[in-house]
Antibody, heavy 118, light 107 residues
Framework: QVQLVESGGGVVQPGRSLRLSCAAS????????MHWVRQAPGKGLEWVAV????????DYADSVKGRFTISRDTSKNTLFLQMNSLRAEDTAVYYC???????????WGQGTLVTVSS | DIQMTQSPSSLSASVGDRVTITCRAS??????LNWYQQKPGKAPKLLIF???SLQGGVPSRFSGSGSGTHFTLTIGSLQPEDFATYYC?????????FGKGTKVEIK
């Protein structure tokens, strides 16, 4: 069965960096687009970034463009989100999810909490 | 970028009620519209994809309709386990976007 497990969250000071990981299993990782979606405390869902199945084309929400980088290691079936220059407004639970172009986010991880605070 | 407007932001309903949630896209997204249910502390769960297709294992009291810019999610007869927050999301074009959510509460 498809499983996505996020890790790497924690408390970080503003301006610092953090890297999130998402370990995937139960499907052909290199054949699917992978996304990051976040949810600030008490707020709605915000799409953050995608890396499409071919691994070359990536896209980002305007709120993180230039600060966050999505990548993957197909040999380890792992998705990453490198977050630099973190701000208080980046505080959220970060979910990884699987979806191809035009398809829904069918599978989600359990989420990892990132808190940006001094 | 495509914006998704969801209404209402919250509603109170009783068990057995019929509930309808609306989602509008700022431009045509054909039928690339998905609906999710989220309960507190849990990841979202896919209910409806491609505007009207029921995800496997989802009860048939959930239904979706619409195309272009106007979409609806209907819960035919609200059950206790349906009290949650519902989100629409477009997968037509990047950047993908969610509506702001509709919280369904017990009356």
């Amino acid at each position: 069965q498809v499983q996505l497990v996020e890790s790497g969250g924690g408390v970080v000071q503003p301006g610092r960096s953090l890297r999130l990981s998402c370990a995937a299993s139960g499907f052909s990782f290199s054949s699917y687009g992978m996304h990051w979606v976040r949810q600030a405390p008490g707020k709605g869902l915000e799409w953050v970034a995608v890396i499409w199945y071919e691994g070359v084309v990536k896209d980002y929400a305007d709120s993180v463009k230039g600060r966050f980088t999505i990548s993957r290691d197909t040999s380890k079936n792992t998705l990453f989100l490198q977050m630099n220059s973190l701000r208080a407004e980046d505080t959220a639970v970060y979910y990884c999810a699987r979806a191809d172009r035009g398809s829904p986010l069918e599978y989600w991880g359990q989420g990892t909490l990132v808190t940006v605070s001094s | 970028d495509i914006q998704m407007t969801q209404s209402p932001s919250s509603l109170s309903a009783s068990v057995g009620d019929r509930v309808t949630i609306t989602c509008r896209a700022s431009e045509s997204i054909s039928n690339y519209l998905n609906w999710y249910q989220q309960k507190p502390g849990k990841a979202p769960k896919l209910l409806i994809f491609a505007a009207s297709s029921l995800q496997g294992g989802v009860p048939s009291r959930f239904s979706g309709s619409g195309s272009g810019t106007h979409f609806t999610l209907t819960i035919g007869s609200l059950q206790p386990e349906d009290f949650a927050t519902y989100y629409c999301q477009q997968s037509y074009d990047s950047p993908w976007a969610f509506g702001k959510g509709t919280k369904v509460e017990i009356k």
